[in-house]
């Protein structure tokens, strides 16, 4: 590994620091509340002294951040409302009598829904009819048990 290249000559003022090791980040790390206040630590050590910043502009900053922090609670929330609505609409199928349109047919087929499964992270719900497995978006008919 090459060493790291030492300047000397520095105009202006200058503070050697020690060179850290940054961790890599996950994506869903990336906007933590803890990442926001290293930022603006950060900032704030490395103004001009002459020329700080203002307190509109940092008020400005943790508004900001305080909204993206609340629309990520509220994407999470909102996935969670999806998938137990789809629970909810799935169990509620159990034991119905269905039809629905195989891919590729013009003439429906009728059973009885045995279960619901979750896959893909609870993002696709599937109702097992008769053994097949059958997506909410081809059923045609839902009857009485």
């Given amino acids: 590994m090459a060493e790291p290249v030492q300047n000397t000559a520095v105009s202006g003022a200058f503070q050697q620091q020690q060179l850290r090791?940054?961790?890599?980040?996950?994506?869903?790390n990336l906007f933590s509340s803890e990442t926001f206040l290293k930022l603006v630590g950060a900032?704030?050590?490395s103004?001009?002294?002459?020329?700080?910043?203002?307190d509109t502009e940092f008020i400005s900053q943790?508004?900001?951040?305080?909204?993206?922090?609340q629309m990520t609670k509220l994407n999470t929330t909102m996935t969670s409302l999806g998938l137990a609505l789809q629970l909810t609409q799935g169990a509620s199928m159990v034991g119905?009598?269905?039809?629905?349109?195989p891919q590729g047919a013009n003439v429906p087929v009728t059973g009885t829904v045995d279960r619901v499964t979750i896959s893909n992270g609870g993002k696709d719900m599937s109702l097992i009819v008769g053994g097949v497995q059958v997506a909410p978006s081809?059923?045609?008919e839902v009857a009485g048990s």
């Fill in 21 to 28: 090791t940054v961790k890599q980040n996950d994506a869903s």
């Fill in 43 to 45: 900032q704030m050590k």
């Fill in 47 to 54: 103004q001009n002294p002459m020329e700080p910043m203002k």
């Fill in 62 to 69: 943790m508004s900001q951040f305080s909204s993206l922090e």
């Fill in 96 to 101: 119905q009598r269905v039809s629905y349109l």
């Fill in 138 to 140: 081809q059923v045609v």
